[in-house]
Nanobody, 132 residues
Framework: QARPVESGGGAVQTGESLRLSCTAAKFTTTVYCMAWFRQFPGKEREGVAVIDPDGTTSYADFVKGRFTISKDNSKDTLYLAMDSLKPDDTAVYFC??????????????????????????WGQGTQVTVSS
């Protein structure tokens, strides 16, 4: 089964930056709702940022002003630029895709719902480690 593929994780120090990429493969970014989630050990995945097929974005409060989600539709590739990283950002970051049913908006809330219902397609995750 095709799935998105993340890259770009690594180990950095507080205040540094990273850019994650997600090659969406069959998940055409002009059709699919695309999002980044992260997961701490022993916790559920939490939504970080979402971008809808038209390019509208929204963010979780804890990353506003520091992270930027974007995409390149010509490459069906999703990005997450992470600036001013903090140790609390240390997690495994996942790319998620969902073809929303008609009438359902592409938001963090609906992607979170998709997570709970098993509707999202997931990448394998990429580790981000921020040291103090």
């Amino acid at each position: 089964q095709a799935r998105p593929v993340e890259s770009g994780g690594g180990a950095v120090q507080t205040g540094e930056s990273l850019r994650l990429s997600c090659t969406a493969a069959k998940f055409t970014t002009t059709v699919y709702c695309m999002a980044w989630f992260r997961q701490f050990p022993g916790k559920e995945r939490e939504g970080v940022a979402v971008i809808d097929p038209d390019g509208t974005t929204s963010y979780a409060d804890f990353v506003k002003g520091r992270f930027t989600i974007s995409k390149d539709n010509s490459k069906d590739t999703l990005y997450l630029a992470m600036d001013s990283l903090k140790p609390d950002d240390t997690a495994v970051y996942f790319c998620a895709a969902q073809n929303m049913p008609p009438g359902r908006p592409c938001t963090l809330a609906t992607m979170e719902y998709g997570r709970s219902q098993g509707h999202n397609y997931w990448g394998q995750g990429t580790q981000v480690t921020v040291s103090s």
